[in-house]
């Protein structure tokens, strides 16, 4: 009996885990501006986030990083470009296909990507 209540209790740690998203899994690929509230990017520009954490599309900037924050909606979106030069971006993903980026301590709502891949 306590054999078959351990499996049990491994089976749903294993699915509640599988279950967890992941934000830097869900961030890979294909974005379209669609709403361009702060011009953090220019509205109906492309980029791409690669899944060896290089970025395309975003001027000035090479690789992505992605720091989770715990208790938050949301996450940061770290971009490096070389030498000294990074920027900290607030990220959220609103929904699968939809991405929300805002620069902390500036005005607006962000700027709102959609997925055009998947």
């Given at each position: 009996?306590?054999?078959?209540?351990?499996?049990l209790?491994?089976?749903?740690?294993?699915?509640?885990?599988?279950?967890?998203s992941?934000?830097?899994?869900?961030?890979v690929?294909?974005?379209?501006?669609k709403?361009?509230?702060?011009?953090?990017?220019?509205?109906?520009?492309?980029?791409?986030?690669?899944?060896?954490?290089?970025?395309?599309?975003f001027?000035g900037?090479?690789?992505?990083?992605?720091?989770?924050?715990?208790?938050?909606?949301?996450?940061?979106?770290?971009?490096?470009?070389?030498?000294?030069?990074?920027?900290?971006?607030?990220?959220?993903?609103?929904?699968?296909?939809?991405?929300?980026?805002?620069?902390?301590?500036?005005?607006?709502?962000g700027?709102?990507?959609?997925?055009?891949?998947?």
């Amino acid at each position: 009996m306590k054999k078959y209540v351990l499996i049990l209790f491994g089976l749903s740690v294993m699915l509640i885990l599988s279950g967890c998203s992941n934000i830097e899994k869900d961030i890979v690929g294909h974005w379209k501006v669609k709403e361009d509230d702060e011009a953090l990017i220019d509205e109906g520009s492309d980029i791409r986030l690669n899944d060896d954490m290089t970025i395309e599309g975003f001027e000035g900037y090479k690789t992505y990083k992605v720091e989770e924050v715990k208790d938050k909606d949301y996450d940061y979106l770290i971009l490096s470009g070389g030498y000294d030069e990074t920027k900290r971006l607030q990220i959220k993903m609103k929904d699968k296909d939809t991405l929300s980026i805002h620069e902390k301590g500036t005005a607006g709502n962000g700027d709102k990507l959609v997925r055009i891949d998947d």
